[in-house]
């Protein structure tokens, strides 16, 4: 197996990260949404639309990237572009912190500097 391969497959065995959203929730109950690790891949497309979006995310780039990396408990995209202007209308603190934790593990400005 060659070296990408084995990279290609621990990836995938790689846990997603879970995130309560209380404000999205039903009740007392947070809505949970996954997420997999960000990409180079992710960042190209999101870079596509938004070509500053490293140095400057905008709250659109902001929830383009959450609608393209958050999932249900299935594994099955948890939003569509149709629901992007539902999401534009929420409290930038909410967007803010979802984003934030599906970007903690990546160091914007080490991407910056590639």
Known sequence: MSIAKRIAAKRAEQPREVIEVQEWGEGDVPLRLY???????DIEKIQRKHPNFL??????????LLIMKCEDDKGDPAFTL????????????????????AFKSVEVEEHAKN
């Open 35 to 41: 997420l997999t690790p960000i990409t180079a891949r």
């Open 55 to 64: 140095n400057s995310a905008t709250m659109g780039a902001m929830v383009d």
């Open 82 to 101: 149709e629901d992007k202007p539902i999401l534009m209308g929420e409290p930038i603190e909410v967007i803010a912190r979802v984003f934030g934790n």
